[in-house]
């Protein structure tokens, strides 16, 4: 009774025994979380599940770090500079090697510039009549479709429907489930490389025919490793992304240049991510700020990255942006990227 006496007559004391409670007792909740978050890094490489979980990492960081950089700079204690270090060291495999933000000097094309569509179509799409105008609308050098929906496809292949603005084209077919139908169109003439050793499961590799005088050849991998739905399938497609990865590197070492689009059905982070990272030296196009992924592509915000465009450190990314479609529920990814001769690079 007196203390509720005593805290009508000083309200601001109240307050402030009552901040002291909820911060000791929420004190270890941000240990807690950046314990299971350092878990879900070091385990996702031999479990499954932990890998799928890295898809929400930002979800969860973002708000944790801005509550321990407020943190910080109203209390300056060593416990909260403790805390905002271990922050930014779970997060380094996030976006380490990566851009941070898009270069601001990237208004003009050169001719050494080379844009690249990847749109993952949707089997299922029901609005297959849109597909074909949302393609032709993007003005792509190069569109990579995955999952083509089938009169898409037969446009393309038969009926020739892009015959003058898209004149060359590679597929892989399909060899079930696990292995979707792929369909790049190019302006450029594409032929496969035959010795490539990959494995359909695995992508197709096109030799790039780009005029010299706009910079030369390159190869262009593309690869859509099957979604983790399963351990076996989590386990299939990182198998598929290693030997994709060996095969650019040797591609690498050899001084070509190298591209690689894929939808990798895996979040920045990931084990795929990484291992494309770390064997091939490639790294992804899309910055670490400023834009949100393709996936879902109904949300607004907070959508995940598993639609990207890789490229080596010879290359640079001049623009990157998602474009809503019709009919997916993948947005589409546009990326503009310098891609010069060797003897020209950096």
Known sequence: MNRAVANLRDPDGAASRLSERTAKTLGLLPVLVLVALAGILLGSRWWWVCDLLIAG???????LACTFLVRLVRRRTLFSAVLMAAMVM???PFWSGREVFLPRNASTRTPEDVSILIFNADMGNLFHDAVTPFVSKQGADIAVILEPVWEFYIGVIKDGIFKDEYPFTMVRE????????????????????TESGLRNADGMACLVDRPEELGGRFTLLVAHPPSPR????????????RHLAAFARSLIEAGDQVLL?????AAPGSVRDRTLRSESTLTRAKPVVGRWGSFPASWPIARIAIDDVWCPSTASVRSWKTVRS????HRAVRAVLWIPRLENAP
């Open 261 to 265: 689009a894929a939808d990798l059905n």
């Open 90 to 92: 779970v997060s380094w």
């Open 174 to 193: 399909s060899d079930g489930d696990l292995t979707p139908r792929i369909l790049v169109i190019s302006r450029w003439k594409l032929s496969g490389l």
């Open 57 to 63: 990492f930002w979800w969860v960081w973002t708000p």
């Open 230 to 241: 399963s351990p076996a399938r989590w386990r299939d497609g990182n198998r598929s992304v």
């Open 326 to 329: 019709v009919g997916s529920d």
